[in-house]
């Protein structure tokens, strides 16, 4: 299995501009979840999935992220319009329980300019 | 919000030596999570230990968890320069649905 894969690894973009950031889970993963990493407020969770279905959405900042998961394969998260805080690593990471160990991405790191 | 705290924010050691890093957490939980995380790189599951389990091993990694104290331990023994990492604990509460929650890591650094 190739792991959770992410794209694309490194994001630049302008501030009010569009920004979509893709990830396929593991097969066979029921679970998927969207973190965002900064040096600030370390790892925090903004949305997770349960059979493509968003469970917890509490995390994500404001209008401005959106996340879905059209199918158990494929999972993207939105953030328009961008701004320069929005700037950060964000992975996606799946498991097959909500209590077991999850599978990270490598991550996108993003830097809104 | 961060549930779990590590202990220490960083740690210098020399190749051979033994690393311990301590997580303090708030609430009660089911379970307690180790991740390694190199730089540039997504985190990598280490171990995870139950609430009803006070100690865990794997390979050179040895994991206590006290419940009544809310707090956990990672022991690296005989650290090697391929060690150094971020190291997070996380926890997933014990209310229903709650993913994992993750400090603010330890940043190892062995030296050699």
């Known amino acids: 299995d190739a792991g959770v894969i992410q794209s694309p690894r490194h994001e630049v973009t302008e501030m009010g501009q569009e920004v979509t950031l893709r990830c396929k889970p593991i097969?066979?993963?029921?679970?998927l979840f969207w973190y965002r990493q900064t040096m600030m407020r370390g790892l925090e969770l903004l949305i997770y999935?349960?059979?493509?279905?968003?469970?917890?959405d509490s995390g994500m900042p404001e209008d401005r992220f959106s996340a879905k998961m059209p199918n158990a394969s494929f999972s993207t998260l939105k953030i328009q319009p961008s701004e320069p805080r929005d700037s950060a690593v964000y992975f996606c990471?799946?498991?097959?329980?909500?209590?077991?160990?999850?599978?990270f991405g490598s991550g996108t790191r993003l830097t809104v300019v | 919000s961060q549930q779990g705290e590590e202990d220490p924010q960083a740690l210098s050691i020399q190749e051979g030596e033994n690393a311990t890093m301590n997580c303090s957490y708030k609430?009660?939980?089911?379970?307690l999570q180790w991740y390694r995380q190199n730089s540039g790189r997504g985190l990598v599951h280490l171990i995870l230990?139950?609430?009803?389990?006070r100690e865990k091993h794997s390979g050179r990694l040895r994991v206590t968890l006290d419940t009544s104290k809310k707090s956990s331990s990672l022991l690296i023994t005989a650290s090697r320069a391929a060690d150094t990492a971020s190291y997070f604990c996380?926890?997933?509460?014990?209310?229903?649905?709650?993913?994992?929650?993750f400090g603010k890591g330890t940043t190892l650094s062995v030296s050699s």
């Open positions: 097969s066979g993963h029921d679970y």
């Open positions: 230990i139950r609430s009803n389990e």
């Open positions: 999935f349960n059979n493509n279905v968003p469970i917890d």
């Open positions: 609430t009660s939980i089911n379970n």
């Open positions: 996380a926890t997933d509460g014990r209310q229903a649905g709650t993913a994992l929650i």
């Open positions: 990471a799946s498991s097959p329980g909500l209590s077991t160990g999850y599978t």
